[in-house]
């Protein structure tokens, strides 16, 4: 497929011909439009603050360092006006405005339209900015490599309107608007900028409260939040109350000023989202587990569909076909870009499902980047599948299944159905997940607690399976880049497979192995973790758990502790003990994956009081700017 396809992206500058003479060559792109110019506006929300004597700097940000384009005053009534304009087209716009010639930017707003003609600063755009980019920021400005960027700047475009300085559509309806607690928070935190326009002395408390710098600018500074959200949480809600804004924010402390976002496709077909995949561009591509109906009492069978969304959220396709039938948690693209599922076959028996149109529980499907079944309509079913679940396709394209049916791993070599291997006396019972940390496969086994550590031929390594008594119920497994993994504890979680046994009672924890698979260093509680499920690690290395229950995403530090906040260690939580992140639009979630820009995506899979037999949830959501950006190599070769 190759990487993200070139966009032209709008940079102002009266000056943009010295500045661009300064860089490495790259395409560009002349703008000019009707009136000679581009026009902007200081649109304040907070009343008091003065609009007049802002100054106004535009800058080209990408890969490298960001390059000045130009510099202008507004007029008494916000309002400015930038020259036509030479565009680098691997590069975004931010502008900042600074008030009465400060050394810090006040706001800022960012766009990655090719078309722009007028735009607005004021506080939203600042928050938008600031948590769309959190990840790329630095003292002052952002940047960082394509496609995050970029996508992260459209994203930001969800929260704030970069034309207007209104609130961004998505943000104002449903699946979010007021169903959450996103909107009222985002208020808020646009209110604390406020509350620094208004009065200068507040905006000491602010970076105070952020624990930046206060010579930084104020974007930066709530990007400090976005990335550490709990380190200061009931100062930052006491600053947004100082300033009343034109919505109604927060009226209690948050745990952590986390701002999430649900998208539900189409609205008609996402019903059980389980995992993600994620391609080089940073679109997202989803398996689901139920055929869609809105009323919980219509009893539903398996889905035969799965969605690619866009990387701010958008539902750009949905596919069909090659035997999907209620795809649990298996998905992951081969190096050529191939998508293989597994197929759970999810759906209820009668009185739901009905018995003649139970999906088959023993395929695995696979389809090409364009969306193109390869696999037969009755998909692959070479290797003794039995209710396969977790799938990892590995670098050679090895495909690799867990069967909790059957307690066994099966093995296409090289992705290829008609050689595949079924791997028998692991000693797990109903395997769940598998993982690849570049040297073994490392197998769950939720039912006896354990976790098989595999050579490459599949043959178990001496001391195979691990047990250790943090293993309870243990489902998701990761792996860092250091080849480390890292295991999602569930504790109570019993899988639907044919022999389901009696409800658990563990405890819900995190557990980290050693790369050669020969030690259990650690298993770490806390963070909020009631039943992990899906376990994601970041580009530092820190580690994301989805639970399937009571409404929380959680995080831990990972083994590289340089890069966890406040002096944590390997291991501690990051997110609050008593809470995690906590997220009113949650249901129950499982799987959880971190995007190039730095978004921490999780499913909603089940509603939190499920009908049995439809018990599906219809959305996903993004944390924004929440994570360190995870980039994803690019294909070998074109999949499409």
């Given at each position: 497929?190759?990487?993200?396809?070139?966009?032209?992206?709008?940079?102002?500058?009266?000056?943009?011909?010295?500045?661009?003479?300064?860089?490495?060559?790259?395409?560009?792109?002349?703008?000019?439009?009707?009136?000679?110019?581009?026009?902007?506006?200081?649109?304040?929300?907070?009343?008091?603050?003065?609009?007049?004597?802002?100054?106004?700097?535009?800058?080209?940000?990408?890969?490298?360092?960001?390059?000045?384009?130009?510099?202008?005053?507004?007029?008494?009534?916000?309002?400015?006006?930038?020259?036509?304009?030479?565009?680098?087209?691997?590069?975004?716009?931010?502008?900042?405005?600074?008030?009465?010639?400060?050394?810090?930017?006040?706001?800022?707003?960012?766009?990655?339209?090719?078309?722009?003609?007028?735009?607005?600063?004021?506080?939203?755009?600042?928050?938008?900015?600031?948590?769309?980019?959190?990840?790329?920021?630095?003292?002052?400005?952002?940047?960082?490599?394509?496609?995050?960027?970029?996508?992260?700047?459209?994203?930001?475009?969800?929260?704030?309107?970069?034309?207007?300085?209104?609130?961004?559509?998505?943000?104002?309806?449903?699946?979010?608007?007021?169903?959450?607690?996103?909107?009222?928070?985002?208020?808020?935190?646009?209110?604390?900028?406020?509350?620094?326009?208004?009065?200068?002395?507040?905006?000491?408390?602010?970076?105070?409260?952020?624990?930046?710098?206060?010579?930084?600018?104020?974007?930066?500074?709530?990007?400090?939040?976005?990335?550490?959200?709990?380190?200061?949480?009931?100062?930052?809600?006491?600053?947004?109350?100082?300033?009343?804004?034109?919505?109604?924010?927060?009226?209690?402390?948050?745990?952590?000023?986390?701002?999430?976002?649900?998208?539900?496709?189409?609205?008609?077909?996402?019903?059980?989202?389980?995992?993600?995949?994620?391609?080089?561009?940073?679109?997202?591509?989803?398996?689901?587990?139920?055929?869609?109906?809105?009323?919980?009492?219509?009893?539903?069978?398996?889905?035969?569909?799965?969605?690619?969304?866009?990387?701010?959220?958008?539902?750009?396709?949905?596919?069909?076909?090659?035997?999907?039938?209620?795809?649990?948690?298996?998905?992951?693209?081969?190096?050529?870009?191939?998508?293989?599922?597994?197929?759970?076959?999810?759906?209820?028996?009668?009185?739901?499902?009905p018995e003649d149109e139970q999906p088959p529980h023993d395929s695995m499907s696979l389809f090409t980047y364009d969306g193109e079944p390869?696999?037969?309509?009755?998909?692959?079913?070479?290797?003794?599948?039995?209710?396969?679940?977790?799938?990892?396709?590995?670098?050679?394209?090895?495909?690799?299944?867990?069967?909790?049916?059957?307690?066994?791993?099966?093995?296409?070599?090289?992705?290829?159905?008609?050689?595949?291997?079924?791997?028998?006396?692991?000693?797990?019972?109903?395997?769940?997940?598998?993982?690849?940390?570049?040297?073994?496969?490392?197998?769950?086994?939720?039912?006896?607690?354990?976790?098989?550590?595999?050579?490459?031929?599949?043959?178990?390594?001496?001391?195979?399976?691990?047990?250790?008594?943090?293993?309870?119920?243990?489902?998701?497994?990761?792996?860092?880049?250091?080849?480390?993994?890292?295991?999602?504890?569930?504790?109570?979680?019993?899988?639907?497979?044919?022999?389901?046994?009696?409800?658990?009672?563990?405890?819900?924890?995190?557990?980290?192995?050693?790369?050669?698979?020969?030690?259990?260093?650690?298993?770490?509680?806390?963070?909020?973790?009631?039943?992990?499920?899906?376990?994601?690690?970041?580009?530092?290395?820190?580690?994301?758990?989805?639970?399937?229950?009571?409404?929380?995403?959680?995080?831990?530090?990972?083994?590289?502790?340089?890069?966890?906040?406040?002096?944590?260690?390997?291991?501690?939580?990051?997110?609050?003990?008593?809470?995690?992140?906590?997220?009113?639009?949650?249901?129950?979630?499982?799987?959880?994956?971190?995007?190039?820009?730095?978004?921490?995506?999780?499913?909603?899979?089940?509603?939190?009081?499920?009908?049995?037999?439809?018990?599906?949830?219809?959305?996903?959501?993004?944390?924004?700017?929440?994570?360190?950006?995870?980039?994803?190599?690019?294909?070998a070769s074109s999949a499409g």
């Amino acid at each position: 497929m190759g990487s993200r396809s070139a966009r032209t992206r709008i940079v102002l500058s009266a000056t943009a011909a010295i500045a661009l003479a300064l860089t490495a060559c790259s395409a560009t792109s002349d703008v000019e439009h009707a009136d000679g110019g581009i026009h902007g506006r200081v649109d304040l929300v907070a009343s008091g603050a003065d609009t007049a004597g802002w100054e106004v700097t535009a800058w080209a940000i990408g890969a490298g360092a960001p390059i000045e384009l130009g510099k202008t005053t507004a007029d008494d009534g916000g309002a400015f006006t930038f020259d036509p304009m030479t565009v680098p087209d691997d590069r975004v716009l931010l502008v900042e405005a600074a008030h009465g010639g400060a050394e810090r930017a006040d706001l800022a707003v960012v766009t990655s339209s090719a078309d722009v003609s007028e735009f607005t600063v004021n506080e939203r755009t600042t928050v938008a900015a600031a948590y769309g980019l959190a990840q790329f920021f630095g003292r002052e400005l952002p940047s960082g490599e394509n496609p995050g960027l970029a996508n992260a700047t459209d994203m930001a475009a969800n929260l704030a309107d970069p034309v207007t300085g209104a609130y961004g559509e998505l943000l104002l309806t449903s699946p979010n608007a007021y169903e959450t607690q996103t909107l009222p928070a985002f208020t808020s935190l646009s209110n604390v900028v406020g509350a620094c326009l208004v009065d200068r002395d507040v905006c000491h408390d602010v970076y105070a409260a952020a624990g930046v710098d206060d010579t930084a600018s104020m974007a930066s500074a709530i990007a400090a939040i976005a990335r550490d959200p709990s380190a200061a949480a009931e100062e930052v809600f006491e600053l947004s109350q100082l300033e009343q804004g034109d919505r109604p924010g927060l009226d209690a402390a948050p745990a952590a000023w986390t701002l999430a976002l649900r998208f539900d496709g189409d609205g008609t077909d996402l019903a059980g989202p389980g995992n993600f995949a994620i391609d080089p561009d940073g679109n997202i591509w989803i398996n689901n587990n139920y055929e869609y109906d809105a009323d919980p009492q219509t009893p539903v069978c398996g889905s035969d569909q799965m969605f690619k969304f866009a990387p701010t959220g958008e539902l750009l396709e949905t596919y069909e076909g090659g035997g999907l039938s209620g795809s649990g948690y298996g998905i992951d693209f081969t190096s050529e870009g191939l998508l293989w599922f597994s197929n759970f076959g999810f759906a209820a028996a009668a009185p739901g499902c009905p018995e003649d149109e139970q999906p088959p529980h023993d395929s695995m499907s696979l389809f090409t980047y364009d969306g193109e079944p390869l696999s037969p309509d009755r998909g692959f079913t070479g290797g003794d599948l039995s209710w396969p679940q977790g799938i990892e396709v590995s670098a050679n394209d090895d495909v690799w299944i867990a069967s909790c049916g059957n307690d066994t791993v099966s093995l296409y070599p090289g992705g290829d159905p008609e050689q595949a291997v079924n791997i028998s006396d692991l000693g797990l019972e109903q395997p769940f997940d598998v993982v690849d940390n570049g040297d073994h496969l490392f197998v769950s086994g939720v039912a006896n607690n354990t976790v098989a550590v595999l050579d490459r031929d599949g043959t178990p390594i001496d001391g195979s399976p691990l047990t250790d008594p943090g293993f309870q119920n243990p489902m998701g497994l990761t792996t860092d880049t250091h080849g480390n993994v890292w295991v999602a504890n569930s504790g109570t979680t019993t899988l639907p497979c044919p022999d389901r046994p009696a409800d658990a009672e563990g405890a819900a924890s995190v557990s980290l192995l050693s790369p050669d698979g020969t030690t259990v260093s650690g298993t770490f509680t806390g963070g909020g973790l009631t039943r992990p499920w899906g376990i994601a690690t970041d580009g530092d290395g820190n580690v994301w758990v989805a639970n399937f229950a009571d409404q929380r995403l959680s995080a831990f530090c990972g083994t590289d502790s340089d890069t966890c906040p406040r002096g944590l260690q390997t291991g501690e939580a990051i997110s609050p003990d008593d809470t995690g992140y906590a997220f009113d639009g949650f249901t129950r979630n499982t799987g959880v994956a971190v995007d190039p820009s730095g978004n921490v995506w999780v499913a909603n899979n089940w509603e939190n009081i499920p009908v049995q037999t439809n018990p599906g949830a219809h959305q996903i959501v993004a944390f924004v700017g929440a994570a360190a950006p995870l980039p994803v190599e690019p294909f070998a070769s074109s999949a499409g």
